[in-house]
């Protein structure tokens, strides 16, 4: 009896003792599960205002670097007073171009150019009759008429001079006094180079003329008006959409929009039989880098 007894408080204080120390080890882990995550939430709670400052700075900074970009576009002052020294700097690296190209530079775009216009000559009494006689632009050509397109890019630049004028944007103002820039220097070019070459207009050729003896045939006109290489259409139009495509390139349909329009102006010059193919790429590519490469060349 006695042995029983003592065998009991024995497996009694055993028990205890052991529920005891379960009891003790399931405190501690659970006073360092809660140190952990005491531990963690400090940490998050110290990272998540760094990660906010990180943030703000570079939000800011995407902000701001349009607004930079476009106030380092030009580096010239534009404005009203300063548009005909601007246009008259312009006048001059455009017709001094020869020169540059004495001294090696720009020899390959000017090959590619000339050669493609050469290419486009050859194919253009093959290719303008067919224009001639289709009549699958009929539609096309009334919401593209000579008249229109001239209107529409002269409402383009205009709208942006007074909307930036009355809300006090100087970036949309430069944008258009730029866009007028380019239109005048493309412009003397063209006059230029249309009484130089005395080019007839297709639908000044009888339909079944001679399509490939087009040059130094028109008559003498000052003004240009009555010839037809290049085309001043497509100057005018490719000068002012690279214009706008550049200053506000940050927004990607702009240059689509600008450049779309454009060509499809130029090709209208086409299907209305008022310039040959050559005509109208050469116009392209003499506003393109007219504007490019001399209005908007930082000085």
């Given at each position: 009896m006695e042995l029983e007894r003592i065998r009991y408080f024995f497996e009694t204080a055993m028990w205890g003792r052991t529920d005891r120390t379960v009891k003790g080890r399931a405190l501690r882990e659970l006073r360092r599960?809660?140190?952990?995550?005491?531990?963690?939430?400090?940490?998050?709670?110290?990272a998540c205002p760094s990660a906010a400052a990180q943030d703000v700075p570079q939000t800011a900074a995407a902000e701001e670097t349009p607004q930079k970009s476009q106030a380092a576009e030009v580096d010239r002052e534009v404005s009203w007073r300063r548009l005909p020294r601007n246009f008259l700097q312009d006048q001059k690296d455009i017709w001094l171009f020869p020169?540059?190209?004495?001294?090696?530079?720009?020899?390959?775009?000017?090959?590619?150019?000339?050669g493609v216009t050469a290419g486009l000559i050859a194919a253009d009494a093959h290719d303008t009759p067919y224009f001639r006689r289709t009549q699958r632009f009929e539609g096309f050509n009334d919401v593209f008429s000579g008249r229109n397109t001239s209107l529409g890019m002269a409402i383009v630049p205009a709208a942006f001079l007074v909307v930036g004028h009355f809300r006090h944007d100087s970036y949309a103002e430069h944008t258009a006094l730029l866009a007028g820039e380019a239109y005048a220097d493309s412009a003397i070019v063209d006059i230029v180079m249309k009484v130089s070459t005395r080019r007839l207009r297709p639908s000044d050729i009888a339909p079944n003329g001679n399509f490939s003896d087009t040059f130094f045939s028109s008559h003498k006109d000052f003004s240009g008006t009555s010839t037809s290489f290049p085309s001043g259409h497509a100057a005018a139009a490719f000068s002012i959409a690279t214009v706008f495509a550049h200053r506000y390139r940050q927004h990607r349909w702009v240059p689509w929009v600008a450049y779309g329009v454009a060509g499809a102006i130029s090709f209208s010059r086409v299907t209305t039989q008022a310039h040959f193919p050559?005509?109208?790429?050469?116009?392209?590519?003499?506003?393109?880098t007219i504007s490019e490469f001399a209005v908007l060349r930082p000085r």
């Amino acid at each position: 009896m006695e042995l029983e007894r003592i065998r009991y408080f024995f497996e009694t204080a055993m028990w205890g003792r052991t529920d005891r120390t379960v009891k003790g080890r399931a405190l501690r882990e659970l006073r360092r599960w809660s140190l952990g995550c005491r531990i963690a939430c400090t940490g998050i709670a110290c990272a998540c205002p760094s990660a906010a400052a990180q943030d703000v700075p570079q939000t800011a900074a995407a902000e701001e670097t349009p607004q930079k970009s476009q106030a380092a576009e030009v580096d010239r002052e534009v404005s009203w007073r300063r548009l005909p020294r601007n246009f008259l700097q312009d006048q001059k690296d455009i017709w001094l171009f020869p020169v540059q190209l004495g001294k090696g530079r720009h020899w390959v775009p000017t090959i590619a150019v000339t050669g493609v216009t050469a290419g486009l000559i050859a194919a253009d009494a093959h290719d303008t009759p067919y224009f001639r006689r289709t009549q699958r632009f009929e539609g096309f050509n009334d919401v593209f008429s000579g008249r229109n397109t001239s209107l529409g890019m002269a409402i383009v630049p205009a709208a942006f001079l007074v909307v930036g004028h009355f809300r006090h944007d100087s970036y949309a103002e430069h944008t258009a006094l730029l866009a007028g820039e380019a239109y005048a220097d493309s412009a003397i070019v063209d006059i230029v180079m249309k009484v130089s070459t005395r080019r007839l207009r297709p639908s000044d050729i009888a339909p079944n003329g001679n399509f490939s003896d087009t040059f130094f045939s028109s008559h003498k006109d000052f003004s240009g008006t009555s010839t037809s290489f290049p085309s001043g259409h497509a100057a005018a139009a490719f000068s002012i959409a690279t214009v706008f495509a550049h200053r506000y390139r940050q927004h990607r349909w702009v240059p689509w929009v600008a450049y779309g329009v454009a060509g499809a102006i130029s090709f209208s010059r086409v299907t209305t039989q008022a310039h040959f193919p050559s005509d109208v790429f050469l116009g392209a590519a003499l506003g393109f880098t007219i504007s490019e490469f001399a209005v908007l060349r930082p000085r």
